[in-house]
């Protein structure tokens, strides 16, 4: 079935250093991709969206951009700070259902 | 209070009892899910609903019930818990102005079985 493989973790940084988490889907047509940040003992929340292809989305200094050639959602960061650590997952919509599926989450530390 | 309330925050069971689970949002969103996030696998969708009386399972949606009687109100409940039910259960919605597949979610409950 569909899914969505992103890189495995832990990604540790160094403060100010550059961020990619790889993330790639399968699926039927072109859904909607999404990355979603959990902060610790906290939800999910929305981090940034693309609803077609070659839209990027961005959002607090994260920005990914929505390859259909390559079914890729690859989140980048141009300078990470100690308060970006959290887990990063990236999901695609499902159609006909409105849900998301999601990937298993990276864990991201950046240490001081 | 405004939001996606969820109770409790955490539980502890034991093997075999009913556990339920409740959900509450404040934006007369009409779709509702319920997901569980388990290390490797992210999250996992177990039921969803598009609106009240309307239903429909997730991919893994053995040993688990939900109703929707209220749009705002979405419990998920274990009928009979087990081990394997272990895990941390987040519930999420999403209107019609959130835009498609945009869900806000819960805070979670995180859910012992013993």
């Known amino acids: 079935g569909d899914s969505v493989t992103q890189m495995e973790g832990p990604v540790t940084l160094s403060e100010e250093a550059f961020l990619t988490i790889n993330c790639t889907y399968t699926?039927?047509?072109?859904?909607?991709l999404f990355w979603y940040v959990q902060y610790p003992g906290e939800g999910l929340q929305l981090l940034l969206k693309a609803t077609k292809a070659d839209d990027k989305g961005s959002n607090k200094g994260f920005e990914a951009t929505y390859r259909k050639e390559t079914t890729s959602f690859h989140l980048e960061k141009g300078s990470v700070q100690v308060s970006d650590s959290a887990v990063y997952f990236c999901?695609?919509?499902?159609?006909?259902?409105?849900?998301?599926?999601f990937g298993s989450g990276t864990r991201l530390q950046v240490q001081p | 209070d405004a939001g996606i309330t969820q109770s409790p925050r955490y539980k502890i069971t034991e093997t075999g009892r009913q556990v339920t689970l409740m959900c509450h949002q404040t934006w007369s969103h009409s779709y509702m899910f319920w997901y569980r996030q388990d290390l490797g696998h992210g999250l996992r969708l177990i039921y969803y609903?598009?609106?009240?009386?309307?239903?429909d399972k997730g991919e893994v949606s053995d040993g688990y019930v939900v109703s929707r009687s209220k749009t705002e109100n979405f419990p998920l409940t274990l009928e009979s818990a087990t081990r394997s039910q272990t895990s941390v259960y987040f519930c999420?919605?999403?209107?019609?102005?959130?835009?498609?597949?945009?869900?806000?979610f819960g805070a979670g409950s995180r859910l012992t079985v013993l």
């Open positions: 999901a695609r919509g499902d159609t006909g259902r409105r849900a998301l599926t």
């Open positions: 699926a039927t047509g072109y859904p909607s």
């Open positions: 609903s598009a609106a009240a009386d309307i239903t």
């Open positions: 999420a919605s999403s209107g019609q102005t959130s835009g498609a597949n945009v869900l806000t």
